[in-house]
C-alpha cells in the first residue's frame, strides 16, 4: 500500500527551463510534507518543506506546492541546472500521533540536460 | 560533525548467511531510522528508535530482520538467513525528535547471492 505515490519515474528538462516533479498522497492525516534529494552513492538529503497550512513554500530555485483538496504536491525548479539531475523524493508525515517517522515515495530521476 | 556513520558501504553475501549493517547517528540526535530503498518501493521505512526505544517495526519483513540500539550512538540491523530478495540499498537516518529534517548516512549496499 504505497500511501505516497511519484508516478514519474524519470523527467527529462534542459537547461534552464523549469522541472516540475510531482506527487499525490492518499493518506488524510498527513499534514507536512518535504521533498529529499538524492545523488548517487549518496544518502537523501532535506531539501524543502511545507506545511498543511501552507499552499506554497519558496527557497530560491525550490518552490513546493500544496494542494490538499486534491491530495497533490509538486517542486517547481527554475530555472533547471545540470547539477539539480538526482533522484528526487517526496516524503510525508502525520504531525499529530505519527512520530517523526517520514513516509517516503518510491522517487522520480531528474535529468538536467545542457 | 562526520554525519550518519554507516558500515560496511558494500557487503555482498550468500544466501543463508547472517548480515549485520551499523549505523552511528550524529551526536545529540535521539531518533535514529532504518529504510531500505529498492526500484519497486522507494525509500520504505522499516524501523525506528525514539531514545534508542523501538517506537514503530510495522516495516520489518519478515521475522528474520532484527534490529537493536543498545545506546544512544549505535545501532545494527541483522538479517538472518538472508536471501537474494533482501538485495538493496539500506540507510539509516537521524534527527531531532519531533523533527524532520533527516540525516541520512551513506547507505549499505547489500547484495545477497
Known amino acids: 500500500d504505497q500511501q505516497v505515490k511519484q508516478n514519474s519515474p524519470s523527467l527529462s528538462v534542459q537547461e534552464g527551463r523549469i522541472s516540475i516533479l510531482n506527487c499525490d498522497y492518499t493518506?488524510?492525516?498527513?499534514?507536512?510534507f518535504l521533498w529529499y534529494k538524492k545523488y548517487p552513492a549518496e544518502g537523501p538529503t532535506f531539501l524543502i518543506s511545507?506545511?498543511?497550512?501552507?499552499d506554497k513554500n519558496e527557497d530560491g530555485r525550490f518552490t513546493v506546492f500544496l494542494n490538499k483538496s486534491a491530495k497533490h504536491l509538486s517542486l517547481h525548479i527554475v530555472p533547471s541546472q545540470p547539477g539539480d539531475s538526482a533522484v528526487y523524493f517526496c516524503?510525508?508525515?502525520?504531525?499529530?500521533?505519527?512520530?517523526?517517522?517520514?513516509?517516503f515515495g518510491t522517487g522520480t530521476q531528474l535529468k538536467v540536460e545542457l | 560533525d562526520a554525519g550518519v556513520i554507516q558500515s560496511p558501504r558494500h557487503e555482498v553475501t550468500e544466501m543463508g548467511q547472517e548480515v549485520t549493517l551499523r549505523c552511528k547517528p550524529i551526536?545529540?540526535?535521539?531518533?535514529l531510522f532504518w529504510y531500505r530503498q529498492t526500484m519497486m518501493r522507494g525509500l520504505e521505512l522499516l524501523i525506528y528508535?525514539?531514545?534508542?526505544?523501538?517506537?514503530?517495526d510495522s516495516g520489518m519483513p519478515e521475522d528474520r530482520f532484527s534490529a537493536k540500539m543498545p545506546n544512544a550512538s549505535f545501532s545494527t540491523l541483522k538479517i538472518q538467513p538472508s536471501e537474494p530478495r533482501d538485495s538493496a540499498v539500506y540507510f539509516c537516518?537521524?534527527?531531532?525528535?519531533?523533527?524532520?529534517?533527516?540525516?541520512f548516512g551513506s547507505g549499505t549496499r547489500l547484495t545477497v547471492v
Open positions: 511545507i506545511s498543511s497550512i501552507k
Open positions: 551526536s545529540g540526535h535521539n531518533s
Open positions: 516524503a510525508a508525515s502525520a504531525l499529530t500521533g505519527g512520530g517523526n517517522k517520514l513516509t
Open positions: 537516518a537521524s534527527t531531532m525528535t519531533a523533527t524532520y529534517g533527516y540525516t
Open positions: 493518506n488524510s492525516m498527513f499534514d507536512y
Open positions: 528508535f525514539n531514545n534508542n526505544v523501538p517506537i514503530d
